[in-house]
C-alpha cells in the first residue's frame, strides 16, 4: 500500500507516507502526515513518524544507499528515484519497499518536499528468494543429475568396448583353433610314428604338444571372459573353496601361504567353480608379485551384516597409485607376459555372484585383495 | 559290416584333413577323404562307410546339413562332427541332426581313437534264445541289414558265449533252463553296461520275470512275433545311445 502526501496539501488518496529530513540543507523537517494507510504499511501513527526520522526507522544496512539517493536528488543529479529498501515496522519486523520519490523545488530551484510513494513488497521479496532458492537447488539437481549421466555414460562405452573385446576374442580364439588342431594331429601322428624314437625327439614332440596345451588355454580363457557367465548358485563351504583353490593353483616353492580362514565360517550362496577361479586368480597374482618368495595371508571375517570378506594379502611389490583406478580394466596389466585379464575376469564374476572386490596396497610393502559376498539369509542370526 | 572300419574324412583344410587320414591309417582304418560336402555326398553314395567325421564350417553346404543328408541316405551312418568355433547352438543343432557328438579342435586323438576302436569291436549282435527256427530267420533278417550275428542257443553257455564286446545281446524271456532275468542277472554281474534287449512271446506269464529284467538295465521288452522295421528301429536307437555314451565320456 503506498500513500503520498504532498506538502502543505495532504492527498486523501489513501497511501501511506513517509517523513524526509532536510536537515543538511536547513529545510523543514517533517512533512504533515497523512496517516490513513500509514500503519497499514509501517505500522506507525503520523505522529509517531514525525519525531522519527528516515534513517531510524530505515534498516541499517540500506541507510547508506538511500542516503546516496537522497543526495542525489539534492544536487540535482536527478530529479527523481526510485530503489528497494528495508523498513523496520512498528513491531520491529523488516518490511522491503520499493520507494519511488521525486524532489519538488521552487521556482528558483530550492528543495521544497520529496514526494515519496512507498510500496510494500516485502511478499514480492520472500517470492523473488523462494525462486532464488529454487533455482539454486535446481541448479544443483541438474549438476548432480549431469554426474550422473556422464557415469552412466562411461559405463555404457566400458560396455561397448568389452562387446567388441569379446568378439575380437571370439573370432580370433576360433581361427587360432584350426592350425592348433593341425599341430595337435602333427604331434600325434609323429608320436605313434616313431614309438621308439630317440629321447631328445620325444621330449621335443612333447613340448610341443605342451605349447599347443597352453595355447588353447589362453584361447579358452579369452573366449570365456567374453562370454556372459550364467551362475549356478548352491551352499559352499569358505575354507574348503579356499583349500581347493590352493590345490588347484599350487604355490611355488619360495612362497609361504598362512591360512588363517577359520573351520566355522557361515556358507556362502555361490557358483563354486566360479569363485575358486577368483581366489586362484588372486592367488596367482600374489605369487607373481613376490618372484623371490614371501608370505601370504588368507584371512576372512563377517564384514557387515550379512556378507563375509575373504582377504589375499601378499608381502610383494604392491600398487602403484596411478594403477589402482585402472587395475580391473580389461586388458590392463603392467606384467611382461599375460593379457591382463585375471582381475578383469575376476571381478566380472564376483559381481554375478552378488559380491565385490577391492583391493589395498602399499608400494614396497604388498598388496590386499578382498573379495566381499552374501552369506546365505537363512544362517543370519 | 567288413573288418577294417570305413571311415570317411571330410574337411576343406587339408593338412587338417590330411593328418587325420595318416593318423587313422596307421591304426589300420580304411579311409577316404573329401574336400567338401558335396564330394562326401557323393562317396557315400557310391560306397558304404561306417563312420564319417566332417568338419563344421567349410565352403557351401555346412557339416551339420551333410549330417542330416547322410543320415537321410542311411539311417543308421555313425557321423561325427568337428569345429574350432565351439559354440552351444552349434552343437545342439548337430546333435539335433544326428551327429553322435560335436568335437572340439584341437582334437583329443587318443579319446577318438578309443571311440573307433569301440566301434570297430562292439559290431555283433548276439541272440540267446532256444527256439532254432526263430533264432535263424530273425539272424537271416539282421545279417541281410549289415549286422553280424552270434547264435547263443542254450542259456547255459550264454555267459561263456557273450565276450562282453557286442552292441547289443536279444535275450529270450523264457528259456529252457532259466528265465530272461535270471540269466540277465548273470550277465549284468560281469557286463554291468552291456546293451540287452528283450523278447518274448509270452507277455503276459513273463510279466514280473521282464519287470524285473527292466530294473536291472534292459533297455526294452519286444514282444514276438517281431515286427521288423520296429526290432531295427530299436537296434539303432540303442546303438546310438550306446556310442554317444562311450564318446561324450
Same mark, same amino acid.
Given at each position: ?133 529454487? %533455482? ?35 573370432? #580370433?580364439?576360433?581361427?587360432?583353433? %584350426? ?44 573366449? %570365456? ?52 577361479? #577368483?581366489?586362484? %586368480? ?87 585383495? #578382498? ?11 | ?56 564350417? =567349410? ?17 543308421? =551312418? ?28 584341437? @582334437? ?7 571311440? @573307433?576302436?569301440? @566301434? ?105 512275433? @517281431? ?23
Amino acid at each position: 500500500l503506498v500513500l503520498v502526501v504532498r506538502h502543505p496539501i495532504i492527498s486523501l488518496l489513501g497511501l501511506s507516507v513517509l517523513a524526509s529530513g532536510f536537515s543538511s540543507l536547513g529545510l523543514p523537517y517533517a512533512i504533515p502526515l497523512k496517516t490513513l494507510l500509514c500503519q497499514g504499511v509501517l505500522g506507525y501513527l503520523p505522529e509517531e513518524l514525525k519525531s522519527r526520522t528516515w534513517q531510524e526507522i530505515s534498516y541499517p544496512d540500506d541507510i547508506e544507499a538511500t542516503q546516496a539517493e537522497v543526495d542525489a536528488l539534492l544536487s540535482g543529479k536527478k530529479a527523481s528515484a526510485r530503489f528497494t529498501k528495508r523498513y523496520f515496522h512498528k513491531n520491529g519486523a523488516i518490511i522491503w519497499t520499493d520507494v519511488s520519490t521525486a524532489l519538488r523545488r521552487d521556482a528558483e530551484g530550492k528543495p521544497l518536499y520529496f514526494l515519496t510513494s512507498v510500496l510494500d513488497i516485502t511478499q514480492r521479496k520472500q517470492a523473488e528468494e523462494e525462486i532464488r532458492k529454487l %533455482n539454486t537447488e535446481l541448479e544443483e539437481r541438474v549438476a548432480a543429475r549431469t554426474r550422473e549421466l556422464e557415469i552412466a555414460q562411461e559405463q555404457l562405452v566400458r560396455q561397448e568396448k568389452l562387446a567388441i573385446l569379446g568378439q575380437l576374442a571370439g573370432s #580370433v580364439g576360433h581361427e587360432l583353433r %584350426n592350425p592348433l588342431g593341425v599341430i595337435g594331429n602333427a604331434v600325434f601322428f609323429l608320436r605313434q610314428f616313431q614309438p621308439d624314437a630317440d629321447d631328445k625327439v620325444k621330449e621335443y614332440l612333447g613340448i610341443i604338444e605342451a605349447q599347443v596345451h597352453t595355447a588353447d588355454k589362453i584361447i579358452h580363457d579369452l573366449l %570365456n571372459f567374453g562370454r556372459s557367465n550364467s551362475v549356478i548358485l548352491e551352499p559352499v563351504q569358505v575354507s574348503q573353496l579356499v583349500k581347493d583353490a590352493l590345490l588347484r593353483f599350487p604355490t611355488p616353492g619360495n612362497v609361504r601361504v598362512v591360512n588363517n580362514l577359520p573351520d566355522n565360517l557361515p556358507e556362502l550362496k555361490i557358483d563354486r567353480q566360479q569363485i575358486i577361479q #577368483v581366489v586362484g %586368480n588372486l592367488l596367482v597374482n600374489a605369487y607373481q608379485a613376490m618372484p623371490s618368495g614371501g608370505e601370504i595371508i588368507l584371512s576372512a571375517q563377517q564384514a557387515e551384516m550379512g556378507w563375509l570378506s575373504i582377504s589375499v594379502r601378499d608381502h610383494g611389490v604392491g600398487i602403484l597409485p596411478e594403477n589402482m583406478a585402472k587395475l580391473f580394466e580389461p586388458l590392463f596389466t603392467t606384467k611382461a607376459r599375460g593379457m591382463g585379464l585375471g582381475l578383469a575376469v575376476s571381478q566380472k564374476l564376483t559381481e554375478a555372484n552378488g559380491g565385490k572386490i577391492t583391493a589395498f596396497s602399499e608400494p614396497g610393502a604388498g598388496s590386499t585383495f #578382498v573379495i566381499t559376498l552374501p552369506i546365505i539369509e537363512e544362517l543370519i542370526t | 559290416m567288413n573288418d577294417a572300419l570305413r571311415i570317411l574324412i571330410v574337411d576343406d583344410d587339408r593338412y587338417m584333413a590330411s593328418t587325420l587320414i595318416d593318423i587313422l591309417n596307421m591304426q589300420g582304418y580304411h579311409t577316404e577323404l573329401a574336400y567338401s560336402p558335396e564330394d562326401a555326398l557323393e562317396l557315400a553314395r557310391q560306397a558304404e562307410f561306417d563312420c564319417v567325421i566332417s568338419d563344421i564350417v =567349410m565352403q557351401g553346404m555346412s557339416g551339420v546339413a551333410l549330417c542330416a543328408a547322410l543320415r537321410q541316405l542311411q539311417p543308421e =551312418m555313425v557321423v561325427i562332427l568337428m569345429t574350432a568355433y565351439a559354440s552351444e547352438q552349434q552343437s545342439a543343432k548337430g546333435l539335433e541332426k544326428g551327429a553322435l557328438a560335436v568335437l572340439n579342435k584341437p @582334437l583329443d586323438l587318443a579319446h577318438l581313437l578309443q571311440f @573307433l576302436d569301440f @566301434l570297430k569291436k562292439t559290431q555283433t549282435i548276439a541272440i540267446v534264445d532256444d527256439d532254432p527256427e526263430f533264432c535263424r530267420t530273425l539272424s537271416n533278417i539282421l545279417t541281410s541289414r549289415g549286422y553280424s550275428v552270434k547264435l547263443i542257443l542254450d542259456d547255459r553257455e550264454a555267459l561263456d558265449s557273450i565276450s562282453g564286446n557286442e552292441q547289443v545281446i536279444l535275450l529270450d524271456m523264457k528259456l529252457n533252463n532259466a528265465s530272461g532275468d535270471e540269466v540277465l542277472r548273470k550277465i549284468r554281474q560281469r557286463y554291468p553296461n552291456l546293451p540287452v534287449l528283450l523278447v518274448t512271446g509270452y507277455g503276459v506269464e513273463m510279466a514280473s520275470a521282464i519287470a524285473r529284467a527292466l530294473a536291472i538295465d534292459a533297455y526294452a521288452c519286444l514282444y514276438k512275433p @517281431l515286427v521288423v522295421p520296429e526290432l531295427l528301429k530299436t537296434l539303432a536307437e540303442i546303438r546310438s545311445r550306446h556310442l554317444k555314451k562311450v564318446l561324450s565320456h
